[in-house]
């Protein structure tokens, strides 16, 4: 779509405007958001769209977009989706050689697991290989509700984190301030960074990663702009 405005306001609805019109969700909600922050944002994002729109430069637009059309009718359900990673966190499950890599997983990876059990009162259990370990139901139960207990806005941002790092743990750590972003996207790419060093940087994974790297970035903002961490 090409770009149709040339002035982007707030009304004092707190609706996003073009010229005056409220921009809509796809589902066709007005666009008000939670917080002054999250506003600007996405003001900013809206005035800075060149000759035509190009989605993959509007996180915090696209990331509200789904808070109001896809998780705040149902944010239960959405919830209920993310705990399941829970099941197969990727803190979870560490290499069995060589030694340093071992050394390297667990100096990045025990210290949000600590956090997590005694936040939470739970035990984590954690595994060499890929075979699937079930964690106690209690543990399961204890981080479905800590998600669940997520906005609708927080989820859409946490969605993002769960996805791209394949931890439920990492993003609860992030949502509470346990740790911080660069912090947690280095412990999800321990084994690539291993990789990388080993044999060498891959042109194709390495852009892969850039692109990952952008969507990261993006949540981390949109959560930063609700407020999470507090």
């Known amino acids: 779509m ?3 405005w040339t002035t982007v306001a707030v ?15 796809p589902g066709r909600v007005p666009l008000s958001l939670p917080t002054p ?4 944002g996405v003001v900013a994002e809206w005035q800075a769209v060149g000759d035509t729109i190009d989605p993959r430069l509007m996180p915090l637009t696209g990331l509200s977009n789904a808070a109001i059309d896809w998780i705040a009718p149902d944010p239960a359900t959405f919830a209920a989706g993310l705990a399941q990673y829970g099941e197969s966190d990727l803190l979870c499950y560490r290499a069995e050689l060589p030694e340093p890599l071992v050394a390297r997983q667990a100096a990045a990876w025990d210290p949000v697991i600590a956090w997590a059990q ?5 035990a984590i259990a954690v595994t060499a290989g890929i075979i699937h370990v079930p964690q106690p139901p209690a543990t399961i139960a204890r981080l479905g509700e800590a998600i669940a207990a997520q906005p609708a806005f927080a989820l859409a941002g946490l969605s993002t984190i769960v996805t791209l790092t394949g931890s439920l743990l990492l993003a609860l750590a992030l949502a509470e301030g346990a740790i911080d972003a660069d912090t947690a996207w280095a412990a999800a790419h321990v084994d690539e960074d291993w990789q990388a060093e080993m044999w060498g940087v891959d042109d194709l994974a390495a852009q892969t990663l850039a692109l ?3 969507d990261y970035d993006g949540a981390i903002a949109f959560l930063a702009a609700i407020g999470i961490p507090a």
């Open 2 to 4: 090409k770009r149709f």
């Open 11 to 25: 009304d004092a609805d707190g609706v996003v405007t073009l010229d005056g019109r409220p921009v809509r969700t």
């Open 37 to 40: 922050a999250l506003t600007a």
């Open 118 to 122: 005694g936040r939470y009162d739970i």
């Open 212 to 214: 990952k790297r952008r």
